[in-house]
């Protein structure tokens, strides 16, 4: 229809065209040309065909990548935003659940000072810290690295671990950054320091086992009682405290109601390391 509306009104015409080729093969091609007229009437065309079926290929699996990329951009559960030296100028959903904007224009006007609190856990400066990383990932090309950040809405700090890499975009260098809310997973970290205090200054000795009955850890009461050290007593198996005291059925009883997940309750006489029982 373009190239007719060329020849009827003369004007010269450039545009994509697909065509079949005789061993049919389908292109895409350059049509480029104009009407030669005479008497007001198209005479002759006057053009030329370019193949350009690879570049429309390219054209064609770029959009796909973008549109990936795109897809997976906004569909990850980590706040993923671009900033170059003007600051932010893109973001995900997740980044805007994250920080608390309600919309990419919000977070975007935002500078990176005012998503952390003045200073980070260590009594640093934030706004320094945090350009002296920015600095260290366009050098190195990415840096990975625990971070205090804040909500924009509320002021809420939550700790979070940060990837930024370094990318090439549009022919200038930018930095992506992806932020991980790491708030249950330091709740569970402390949790597991306290749980691990409380067994080490316990009166009585503790021994973790795994399920084949190997020692994996002990507590300091553990050494006072058997007089075997940590090192000494992790990697062995709690048949080095047997004191010969009790029959077989006694200790096969112990551990198949230990291993089932159930709770064993009795008294049971071991042997220490220098032989004395206990």
């Not at 809405?153 to 790491?182: H, M, N, W, Y």
Request: hydrophobic letters at 35%; one cysteine or more; aromatic letters at 8%.
């Amino acid at each position: 229809a373009a190239v007719q509306a060329g020849i009827d009104s003369g004007a010269p015409f450039d545009l994509d065209l697909p065509l079949t080729t005789a061993n049919g093969r389908p292109i895409w091609v350059r049509a480029q040309g104009s009407a030669v007229t005479a008497d007001g009437k198209a005479v002759k065309l006057l053009g030329a065909f370019q193949d350009i079926t690879e570049r429309r290929q390219a054209e064609a699996a770029l959009r796909r990548s973008e549109a990936k990329f795109r897809t997976l951009y906004d569909s990850t559960s980590d706040a993923v935003m671009l900033s170059d030296q003007k600051g932010f100028f893109d973001c995900n959903q997740a980044a805007l659940a994250m920080f608390g904007c309600r919309t990419r224009e919000e977070f975007c006007s935002k500078h990176p000072a005012d998503m952390s609190p003045p200073l980070q856990p260590d009594g640093t400066d934030s706004l320094t810290l945090a350009k002296q990383r920015m600095a260290r990932a366009m050098e190195k090309g990415s840096y990975q690295f625990e971070w205090m950040h804040k909500r924009i809405d509320t002021g809420e700090t939550f700790p979070a671990e940060v990837l930024l890499c370094a990318l090439e975009l549009d022919g200038k260098r930018v930095l992506q950054g992806s932020v991980r809310d790491i708030t249950e997973r330091k709740r569970s970290e402390e949790s597991l320091r306290l749980q691990t205090a409380a067994l080490e200054a316990a009166a009585n000795g503790v021994a973790i086992t795994d399920p084949k009955g190997t020692i994996l850890w002990v507590n300091p009461a553990f050494t006072q009682l058997t007089g075997y050290s940590a090192e000494e007593a992790i990697g062995q198996n709690p048949r080095v405290l047997k004191s010969g005291q009790h029959p077989e059925p006694y200790y096969k009883e112990l551990w198949q109601t230990i291993s089932t997940g159930h709770v064993w309750k009795g008294e049971i006489v071991n042997r220490r390391k220098d032989g004395q029982l206990y």
